[in-house]
């Protein structure tokens, strides 16, 4: 076993976090051999990497299935890793359907490989079989919420809150009028602006809604101007085939300083996810949507533990943003949520904003790269 780590990333927003975690890591500890699952981000930070699962980043029971022997191929090939490097711990990030099932075989094959689990699988939804899991198979869990340590350590696991990644990526550093210039846009302008997600199917599902309902706001609110925010992993050509059926939508998409162009809006329409974080960490007001298979809602209504899905809901442990899911993400409610908004008062508007400043005060203070990356490195002491 020699001075080396594997750190496994399965989807975008895990491979974000994981290059700047990869990046941290090598700061303190250059010589430090890394390995992994991840993406040209990972790489660029300094991680040598034996395969890509971002770009397959799917969401529901039917959806895995259907990408079932490239997550067995890749399950395979960390196995194989593993015996071949012999690291001294395994990081695993968020990404629970794959990550859970490799620390157990991991933990059964390899029991001296320190298994760390960083940014939590959501045991506090979908019941405490996981906790049991969990506590078998994770030497340590690094958290992004402190509700999630107090859990962990009250079922006997080691944990550490590092805070959240998002209170260290998220900076704005552009000023109003020039973004304002560069969408094309007036001070005068009330802008709205459109997440429809970061993987492929929530697109396909969530945009057609969200375009559809601006068109009707529009009828309602003629001066209302959007911005389309883009994952990076999204295709241009995708959006834009959606939007030939809109094309008189005063709409411009957005592909970079995404944090930026987020921070002159009025309001936003965000699929269910880590976006609503970030949105709420920007202090700016909004919906939340999202659809899936009706199949994975069924099912999803039997486990999920939770009366909300939004992420911004479950930190703030009350609901401060309206949801609107699978037959409820509809054009009606998303326009007669929004008009309901933005015909309040400026003190309505500035109640919503602390609410949201609530819930960012909760993800901690910065300097969760550091935090995680001094947790994983007592590995090696």
């Excluded at 409820?328 to 400026?346: H, I, M, R, W």
Aim: glycine share 4%; with cysteine; hydrophobic share 45%.
């Amino acid at each position: 076993m020699n001075d080396s780590i594997i750190v496994i990333a399965g989807e975008p927003s895990a491979d974000m976090h994981g290059a700047a975690l990869v990046k941290e890591l090598k700061k303190h500890k250059p010589e430090l051999m890394i390995y992994g699952i991840g993406s040209s981000l990972m790489r660029k930070a300094g991680m040598e990497i034996f395969t890509d699962l971002a770009q397959y980043a799917v969401i529901g029971f039917i959806e895995v299935l259907k990408h079932y022997l490239i997550f067995k191929k890749a399950f395979d090939l960390t196995i194989e890793k593993i015996q071949q490097i012999q690291p001294r711990a395994l990081i695993l990030i968020d990404y629970p359907g794959f990550n859970l099932r490799l620390a157990k075989k991991v933990k059964q094959l390899y029991p001296d490989v320190k298994i760390i689990y960083y940014i939590s699988p959501q045991v506090w939804a979908w019941g405490k079989k996981r906790i049991k899991l969990i506590k078998k198979i994770v030497d340590k869990m690094l958290v992004v919420f402190d509700f999630e340590a107090e859990l962990y350590k009250h079922n006997g696991i080691e944990a550490e809150f590092v805070g959240h990644p998002l209170m260290e990526s998220i900076k704005i550093s552009k000023n109003k009028a020039d973004l304002l210039k560069a969408a094309g846009l007036k001070t005068t302008d009330t802008i709205i602006a459109l997440l429809p997600g970061s993987r492929q199917i929530e697109v396909k599902r969530l945009l057609p809604v969200m375009l559809s309902s601006a068109d009707k706001l529009r009828q309602q609110m003629p001066d209302i101007k959007f911005l389309l925010i883009k994952a990076a992993n999204i295709k241009t050509r995708t959006i834009e085939t959606y939007l030939k059926k809109h094309q008189h939508l005063p709409l411009t998409i957005i592909t970079e300083h995404s944090y930026d162009f987020m921070s002159i809006c009025a309001f936003a329409w965000v699929c269910s996810g880590t976006a609503t974080l970030e949105t709420a960490i920007i202090g700016i007001p909004m919906l939340i949507t999202y659809k899936t298979s009706w199949l994975t809602w069924f099912m999803s209504k039997i486990l999920i533990k939770l009366p909300y899905i939004g992420l911004v809901n479950i930190v703030a442990q009350k609901k401060i943003v309206p949801e609107f899911i699978q037959g409820q993400s509809n054009t009606n409610n998303l326009v007669a949520c929004t008009v309901n908004f933005l015909k309040q008062d400026a003190e309505f508007k500035q109640r919503q904003k602390q609410k949201l400043l609530i819930v960012k005060n909760k993800l901690g203070s910065g300097n969760v790269n550091q935090n995680a990356a001094q947790a994983i490195l007592k590995t090696f002491s």
